[in-house]
């Protein structure tokens, strides 16, 4: 493969001593989501799930998946998508060579799906892929017809690259389960929003619990900071077998639990189109969320 283009751009501060690359964040009229969460919380199947959501409620949905293991969509679409760094790589990353049909595909539901991918690990920078991304979509005027994009990022924020989605997103949301782990890293990733908002329009629009059949961790450390819960999924099989099948929750075999779920899903959708407000957290310093979580 051949190794990412070196590229100039305007940097801008960015947070206490960080210097990022802006990037143009004009996004048209899409209302733009961006997903985050600790690593293996279920921030795809939850992207996905409300896509399928969004679509069933008659919108014009793009799934982004932000991630090298490139795994976002493929229950939407039922295999594995080419992702854009490889597309432009077999031409050498001339990006006037590609028709759309290289890199976005149908999914259920007409979902339309891409996956950025990502640079060989230890090498490159993830918010290059994801502006190269951007910039492929806005060329061939695939914003002009989309309701809703879903960025769905990988794992914990760590650095710029990874935080790039939020310099188009209207709004962010974070994935979270009712444990230490993922509400830590939460806490985290409300740090990276606070940062990014200082120069971009991108604010939080609230948590959504996922294989949560309890919340109170997440309400304790939500009403300290200045959060609000979205949407509670909680812990059902059928979501693990949809994974497994390939499949969103909408395609599975009709039974109770499926159909409690898929409520939940829809209700978020329209929430979330209804006008999310901007959500002001003030994140906490380690030691004050380490004393916070837990049981007395």
Not at 31 to 57: D, F, M, P
């Amino acid at each position: 493969m051949s190794s990412l283009p070196v590229v100039d751009a305007d940097l801008v501060g960015d947070g206490e001593g960080s210097l990022q690359v802006h990037m143009e964040e004009d996004m048209g009229t899409a209302r733009v989501l961006a997903i985050y969460g600790k690593g293996g919380i279920g921030k795809s199947t939850t992207s996905s799930n409300l896509s399928a959501a969004l679509a069933k409620e008659g919108y014009r949905v793009l799934q982004v998946g932000c991630d090298p293991k490139h795994d976002s969509t493929f229950t939407l679409t039922g295999e594995m998508i080419p992702t854009v760094i490889d597309t432009l790589a077999e031409c050498d990353f001339h990006a006037e060579e590609l028709r759309p049909e290289d890199f976005v595909f149908e999914g259920y539901g007409g979902v339309l799906c891409v996956e950025t991918g990502g640079p060989p690990a230890g090498t490159g920078c993830g918010g290059y892929v994801v502006g190269q991304t951007v910039k492929l979509l806005k060329q061939h005027h695939l914003l002009e017809d989309t309701d809703v994009v879903i960025f769905d990022v990988l794992g914990d924020v760590v650095c710029g690259g990874f935080a790039a989605p939020l310099q188009h997103a209207d709004r962010a949301l974070i994935v979270t389960a009712n444990d230490f782990d993922s509400i830590f890293a939460m806490n985290r990733i409300v740090g990276a929003i606070k940062a990014k908002a200082k120069n971009y329009k991108v604010r939080l629009g609230g948590v959504i619990g996922n294989r949560a059949d309890q919340t109170d961790e997440i309400d304790k450390y939500n009403a300290r900071v200045g959060l609000e819960l979205s949407a509670v999924i909680p812990t059902v099989d059928a979501v693990r077998k949809s994974r497994l099948q390939k499949k969103t929750l909408f395609q599975m075999e009709d039974s109770e639990d499926v159909r409690k779920v898929q409520a939940i899903y829809t209700g978020l959708a329209k929430h979330l189109m209804n006008g999310v407000p901007a959500l002001e957290a003030e994140p906490l310093d380690d030691t004050t969320i380490f004393n916070l979580l837990g049981f007395d």
